[in-house]
């Protein structure tokens, strides 16, 4: 692969989000961090991740993915059921319970203590193995580590009941922030009852609802070498990349979204795979942008400027993909490509050249 047998995906996007409020905190309002002493929006890696294994389910060629529940027991009962429609529902689920719990996964009332992260491939073997008996905790823990869904490879999976059933991340997704700083600002609304008096002239209902708008920097990367290792088999690990990058610029949080419609797409992304390490570029950010004009082409400038400047402390990449729709000074920093479809393909046959036929 390289001489360090290591490759990192970094990919790095900014996207302008109008006024939206995709990642609420426990009081309703969008989230915020404080960053280079200016509070910016944010939006958590946890809502980002679960949108794109959303884009995975909906936009994905793989049938493999997974699905976190607390209803484990009868997801896998469903799967009996698909294999000998024979049996009873009430059998089903029995056996389902029985073959999880030995297993190693602990469950109350039909459900686990916990939320728990398989996959299809995973629950189908399972299921066989209940209609074929089997009981040995060691055969049954390897059908729950053996063929990872690609979330579960790319996300991780932690089981409280049993470490050995736990599955280490190969992808980081940092929280989203804003490049420059934000205010949070209020929409008092009143909704009208349509069937109220004439002589009322009051509202139905009112209320507030919180939100901001921002450009914001988003970052991903994933362990290219620990992918492999997970998934053992180029095709699949070089097609999951591929979606990974496709899920990552073109997923959404859906919170608020029918309120708001803050349905865009990145006016940036650059993919760079290194043989170092991974290097987050929120640096460039660190002093925010400040603007009356618009804060996409500035922040697309200064995304470019520290992509140079890392390279003083970090080995050059072993090539760099992007795609913009803004001319900006000084982006030399890899291929321009038309749009993201190119980018997917070049970035396949690339890949293709620095990916060993088996994994090491």
């Known amino acids: 692969m390289t001489n360090n047998n290591h490759l990192f995906l970094d990919i790095h996007v900014i996207q302008t989000i109008p006024p939206s409020n995709v990642n609420r905190d426990d009081t309703g309002s ?25 884009y995975f389910n909906e936009n994905g060629a793989q049938s493999n993915v ?8 009868q997801y896998v009962a469903n799967k009996i059921l698909k294999l000998d429609p024979r049996i009873s529902e009430a059998d089903a689920f029995q056996q389902a319970e029985k073959v999880i719990n030995a297993a190693g996964i602990t469950t109350k ?13 995973q629950a189908k073997a399972l299921a066989k193995a209940a209609l074929d008996g089997v009981e ?7 059908i729950l580590n053996d063929n990872p869904a690609v979330d579960i490879a790319l996300f991780g ?24 700083a934000v205010q949070t600002e209020f929409d008092f609304f009143t909704a009208i009852d349509d069937l109220s008096p004439e002589d009322n002239a009051g509202a139905g209902m009112l209320g507030t609802i919180e939100f901001n708008s921002s450009a914001m920097y988003r970052y991903a990367n ?41 349905q865009t797409l990145p006016q940036a992304i650059v993919v760079t795979v290194r043989n170092d390490r991974p290097v987050n570029l929120v640096s460039a950010f660190e002093e925010p942008v400040k603007s009356s ?31 913009t729709g803004y001319d900006v000074d000084n982006c030399d920093v890899g291929e321009a490509e038309s749009d993201l479809r190119v980018l997917l393909n070049k970035f396949y046959d690339a890949m293709d050249g620095l990916v060993p036929e088996k994994a090491e």
């Open 222 to 262: 994933v362990a290219v070498h620990e992918l492999y290792r997970q998934l053992d088999d180029k095709e699949q690990t070089l097609n999951t990349l591929k979606l990974f990058i496709e899920a990552f610029a073109n997923s959404m949080p859906t919170g608020k979204s029918n309120t708001f419609a803050n």
């Open 66 to 73: 997974g699905v976190r529940t607390l209803n484990v027991v």
């Open 157 to 180: 999976r932690m089981v409280a009941d049993d470490p050995s059933l736990n599955e280490d991340a190969s992808a980081q997704v940092a929280h989203a922030i804003s490049t420059h």
């Open 293 to 323: 004009e618009g804060y996409v082409a500035k922040s697309i400038e200064k995304l470019f400027e520290e992509f140079k400047n890392v390279e003083k402390f970090v080995r050059r990449p072993e090539f760099t993909l992007y795609v």
């Open 136 to 142: 040995d905790k060691k055969i049954l823990q390897a």
């Open 30 to 54: 969008p989230k915020t961090a404080q960053y280079g002493g200016a509070r910016r929006a944010r939006v958590s890696s946890q809502a980002w991740k679960k949108a794109m294994r959303d």
């Open 109 to 121: 009332d039909g459900r686990a203590r916990a939320l728990f992260f398989i996959g299809n491939v």
